[in-house]
């Protein structure tokens, strides 16, 4: 089992960079694929990002391609998304995502333990 506990969330003009951090608790954190969802008011969570169990393969929607990077330090039990070139409709409630196992999914089904959530707001 692993508990998870995202950082960094914030309020940033059109343009601006923000880095989220999540922290994941329990043995084994190497064991798991991490990805990172986001949820808007009204919208269902959606893939944002994944990372393999090395590190060596990421995946990325395709409205974040180019803006967002997804990274993990497994000596630290951590994971990464530095958001770059924020919009307005990147706004949402971020979460943090580990499965158990080598594959990445890139739906919500696909993900056995969640984090609570950080706030991520974007102004024109």
């Known amino acids: 089992q692993v508990q998870l506990v995202e950082s960094g969330g914030g309020s940033v003009q059109a343009g601006g960079s923000l880095r989220l951090s999540c922290a994941a608790s329990?043995?084994?954190?190497?064991?798991?694929?991490m990805g990172w969802f986001r949820q808007a008011p009204g919208k269902e969570r959606e893939f944002v990002a994944g990372i393999s169990l090395s590190g060596r393969n990421t995946g990325y929607a395709g409205s974040v391609k180019g803006r967002f990077t997804i990274s993990r330090d497994n000596a630290k039990n951590m994971v990464y998304l530095q958001m770059n070139s924020l919009k307005p409709e990147d706004t949402a409630v971020y979460y943090c995502?580990?499965?158990?196992?080598?594959?990445?999914?890139?739906?919500?089904?696909?993900?056995?333990?969640w984090g609570q959530g950080a706030q991520v707001t974007v102004s024109s």
């Open positions: 329990g043995r084994s954190f190497s064991t798991y694929a």
């Open positions: 995502a580990a499965n158990y196992g080598i594959d990445v999914p890139t739906t919500v089904r696909g993900y056995d333990y």
